[in-house]
């Protein structure tokens, strides 16, 4: 078979990370990455494709445009490229290479998503969508409501929009693992990212300090299953036992991490101990009103600084970029890459900082993790 284009939907900012991780695991050649999207061809049905982590959702790719007017006049265009320019015949049987045909008669069915002030409905532009595509579709097919084997997709972002057919299901952005949710947990590709992010080697010793239903905890642990080899346990935990039991049920069956339940601003852990700090802070919108953000990251950098060894690395997920900033800048750590991204509707940034290792010191010194007895402890 020769070479399939893809496409992959990606949470706007991590572009970059998702296509390093398509390059790693797929030997893939990245074509193209634009907000929240990244293309890629990669030589036969590859399934591993499916154990993408930073991907939401990826497709075979028909056609894209970055032309649209948001005039009626797009809704002619989207049936006259869907009918010339997709090869759908060839795009239905690599689906079919990908996930081979049930018994019964195939069923599909179109969805289309839209964003932007455009001068027609999405209704309207799923209509010339299916008009398009109506002679690719063999006449046994049946069209159903939901649960099809073949979906054909239409997405339109402001001027850019792209049409193919899905490959993934919901399971690659949700995961299997995570059973017990919390309001704000954070999103399973963007924990997945946080975790390349933070140049990770096994003999590291991580640690999650505020980890909710612990879904950074979990991207840690199933990336390092990668390595194939013995890991440090991470540490994990949180002000709430309600959260950290959570943490519990869904890292349970992913390796050994140890979870406590503290303040992370006192935290039970030897001086230097630590290698990677990997966390998503509460937002300023998710905390009291009368406690200032300013002044929580300001005491929490305090605590992590004095945890992490020199060299030491920290991945941050905030809204409040500038508190951040003050607060690690206050305790000397520099900054080494930003990405700009999109959180529960909310601009954030997740940064990766770095301790500077005073002169001369080659290495992390190594550590034991001592708990303090007054904390209870889940593994
Ligand atoms: C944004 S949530 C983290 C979400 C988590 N990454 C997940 O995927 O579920 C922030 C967490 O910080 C916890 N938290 C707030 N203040 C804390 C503190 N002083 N020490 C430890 N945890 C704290 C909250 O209980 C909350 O679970």
New binding site residues.
């Given amino acids: 078979m020769s070479s399939i284009s893809c496409y992959a939907m990606v949470v706007s900012g991590l572009e970059s990370i998702a296509a390093r991780e398509i390059e790693l695991l797929l030997g893939a050649k990245i074509t193209r990455k634009t907000d929240g999207l990244v293309t890629f061809k990669i030589d036969g049905p590859d399934p591993d494709l499916f154990d993408l982590k930073t991907t939401e959702d990826v497709f075979l790719f028909a056609w894209g445009t970055d032309s649209l007017t948001y005039r009626a006049k797009d809704l002619e265009d989207i049936r006259k490229w869907t009918a010339k320019e997709g090869d759908w015949t060839r795009l239905i049987s690599q689906h079919h290479a990908f996930k081979p045909k049930t018994k019964g008669k195939p069923t599909y069915r179109f969805i289309t998503q839209m964003d932007g002030e455009h001068g027609y409905h999405r209704k309207d532009a799923q209509k010339e969508f299916a008009k398009g595509l109506a002679k690719f579709i063999p006449p046994n097919w049946r069209m159903v409501e939901d649960n099809a084997s073949v979906e054909f997709w239409l997405t339109i972002e402001e001027k850019t929009a792209v049409a193919g057919i899905r490959l993934t299901d919901k399971t690659m952005r949700h995961r299997t693992y995570k059973v017990a949710h919390?309001p704000?947990?954070?999103r399973p590709t963007v924990?997945a990212a946080m975790v390349r992010i933070a140049e990770l080697k096994p003999q590291h010793k991580v640690i999650d300090?505020?980890?909710?239903?612990?879904?950074?905890l979990g991207e840690y642990q199933i990336f390092a299953e990668g390595w194939r080899m013995p890991r440090e346990a991470a540490w994990g935990?949180?002000?709430?036992q309600a959260?950290v039991l959570d943490a519990s049920a869904n890292t349970r069956r992913l390796g050994k991490i140890y979870l406590h339940r503290?303040?992370?601003?006192w935290l039970p852990l030897d001086s230097c101990s630590i290698d990677r700090i990997i966390c998503?802070?509460?937002?300023g919108k998710?905390i009291s009103s009368e406690v200032d953000i300013n002044k929580l990251y300001r005491g929490l950098m305090i605590q992590f600084n004095r945890i992490l060894s020199p060299g030491g690395k920290a991945v941050l997920l905030v809204s409040d970029y500038a508190a951040l900033k003050g607060a690690c800048e206050n305790v000397g750590w520099e900054l080494e890459k930003k990405f700009r991204t999109e959180i529960l509707g909310q601009n954030a940034v997740i940064s990766l900082w770095h301790k500077p290792a005073p002169e001369g010191t080659l290495s992390a010194p190594e550590g034991v993790l001592p708990v303090s007895n007054d904390l209870q402890g889940t593994e």
């Fill in positions: 919390r704000a947990s954070l924990a300090p505020m980890c909710g239903a612990g879904t950074i935990g949180d002000i709430e959260a503290w303040d992370a601003r998503n802070p509460p937002f998710q």
